[in-house]
């Protein structure tokens, strides 16, 4: 999914200096919103699922309410995900909700590979 | 032969013994253990005990970390051994996120892997390890717990033995009489910033080159740690629902420093830049394979470039999160074929490879060919983007990332 909002996001990026179509922005601008939209329930489903062991229930507090909760919930998902969804169905322009998106990914990506570490091993 | 270890709770003293005489064999540097005793105390005063427990490589017969080493620097052998050769690692840490023990670490001198190889050299001209040798109250029983004849096999049949995190699917074969389920669950006992006669509670192996500076500084305990331990309260009903089960009140004393979070942000960054080298090439495929709308040729060369500029932003964050950078090589030269780093490196490669050829033959208008690459580049996106997941879910000391769904979120 990441993936496919990242190419979506960063040729959003790219009709700043491409001479594009209104309709190759068209479809960049439904990707991506359709690719936000998957992204943010796939992340709730993720964490809200109950987890099977205490390791990975403990990671989800510490993503959620935990070390990483103000990264997660305000970069992550308010300005990487909530913001440019709102923008896009609401709002006008592709630039900003395309950045906007990229950071957000980066930043979930960091708090997926960090959030588990904190948890000890022995 | 299948070698293992027995620790006998029931006579160990927390004398270190072990642990010095570790140390000493394999001429380790200051911070980093291949076997150490956790301390943990229970019980209000005047009604408190404190309880030892050795800790170290479990060897065990399916090893994780043996799975996700993308050289084969780590192997087991055919007694059952699992070794290292620190010739052949690149530091990629991999195998610590693997390890569900916590046994592995990064030397800060020759910046490879290492753990408790159960003193192979010493093994191999029929010596016991080292640590067996020193224990004074024969504590650690090493042998081959295949055959019915030795010390370590007629106990296990005459004692009730337990074992580290069975449910991980790994066959440790270090077992404990005695086990105590608070000592061996590392969630019922918090880490704690300073621990009795140790004032180090990080700061070492691949983080000792900061340690220097921020002792000095005067600035963390946690040195080598960007995060502060977990707060008691942050997830307390899951502590508590973990005390419950040992309903006791137990606390960690002493233990080894915490060796700190190894994958950091370039880990991060380098997933991040996949993606975007993946969906740079996707999204204009899905849209004229499946006449969403008009590709221009402007836009497929930019999605082409985007790729492969970013491809190569991928190569360097993965060589710069190795601690031997210099052999980086070594994952396609010597690859290990179980290993997703492996099969994630080869995608990488052929990704990029198929993106140049691409470039070329569309310049050169050879349509064929081209239509051919087009539809590779395609596939090998879609395994660049997704290997992740399952070189995640071979690290099987986070269970975290044992989720099913995390190919999708890739």
Redesign the interface.
């Known amino acids: ?11 959003g990026v ?1 009709t700043l200096f ?4 209104l ?2 922005r ?3 601008m439904q ?1 991506l919103t359709v690719g936000l939209a998957i992204n943010l329930v ?2 709730l ?2 964490l809200m699922t109950p ?12 993503i959620v ?3 990483y909760s103000r990264l997660f919930w305000l970069s992550a998902i308010i300005i990487g995900n909530l913001l440019p969804l709102v923008w896009l169905i609401f709002g006008d322009g592709l630039m900003l909700p395309a950045i906007a998106s ?1 950071i957000g ?2 930043c979930l ?2 708090v ?11 | 032969m299948n070698f293992g270890f027995i620790i006998d709770n029931r006579k160990c003293i927390g004398c270190h013994a072990c642990t010095v005489a570790c140390k000493s064999e394999h001429d380790m540097p200051i911070g980093v253990n291949r076997t150490w005793v956790k301390y943990i105390e229970k019980g209000e005063f005047p009604n408190t005990r404190r309880l030892f427990s050795v800790m170290r490589c479990n060897h065990c017969a399916d090893a994780p970390c043996v799975e996700i080493c993308p050289t084969s620097a780590l192997f087991t052998r055919s007694d059952g051994i699992v070794d290292f050769d620190g010739r052949r690692c690149i530091g990629c840490k991999s195998c610590m996120q693997a390890c569900p023990y916590d046994a592995l670490y990064i030397d800060p001198e020759s910046h490879t892997a290492a753990k408790c190889n159960y003193c192979a050299h010493r093994v191999e001209i029929g010596l016991e390890p080292a640590c067996v040798i020193v224990c004074p109250e024969h504590a650690i029983i090493s042998g081959d717990i295949d055959n019915p004849a030795t010390e370590i096999s007629q106990l296990m049949a005459r004692e009730q033995v337990t074992a580290r995190k069975v449910e991980k699917g790994t066959q440790p074969k270090l077992f404990y009489i005695d086990g105590d389920a608070a000592s061996l669950n590392p969630i019922v006992t918090e880490q704690s910033g300073s621990y009795m006669w140790s004032s180090q509670s990080g700061g070492v192996g691949h983080f000792a080159k900061f340690a220097e500076a921020r002792i000095s500084q005067n600035t963390a305990q946690w040195v080598g740690n960007d995060e502060k331990v977990l707060v008691p309260g942050d997830d307390e009903k899951i502590l508590q629902k973990a005390r419950d089960v040992i309903q006791e009140n137990t606390r960690r004393v002493y233990d080894a420093p915490s060796k700190g979070s190894l994958w950091g942000w370039e880990v991060a960054a380098y997933i991040w830049t996949k993606a975007i080298a993946s969906g740079a090439f996707l999204v204009p495929f899905i849209a004229s394979v499946f006449g969403f709308t008009r590709v221009s040729g402007n836009v497929q060369w930019l999605g082409l470039t985007i790729a492969l500029l970013f491809l190569l932003f991928t190569t360097v964050l993965l060589v710069k999160d190795l601690d031997k950078p210099t052999r980086f090589l070594y994952v396609l030269l010597r690859p290990h074929w179980r290993s997703w780093l492996v099969r994630g490196g080869y995608a990488l490669v052929l990704y990029g490879g198929c993106l140049t050829f691409l470039t070329v033959t569309a310049a050169l208008n050879l349509q064929g060919i081209t239509l051919i690459l087009f539809w590779a580049s395609a596939a090998l996106a879609v395994i660049t983007a997704v290997y992740t997941a399952f070189l995640f879910a071979q690290a099987k000391g986070r269970d975290f990332w044992q989720s099913p769904t995390l190919a999708l979120h890739m």
């Open positions: 999914m990441h993936a496919l909002l990242a190419g979506a996001a960063v040729s790219a491409l001479d594009t179509s309709e190759w068209r479809f960049v990707a796939n992340v489903v993720e987890h099977p062991t205490q390791d990975a229930k403990r990671t989800v507090q510490i309410r935990g070390e990229l990914i980066y990506e960091y997926w590979v960090r959030a588990p570490q904190m948890i000890p091993l022995s």
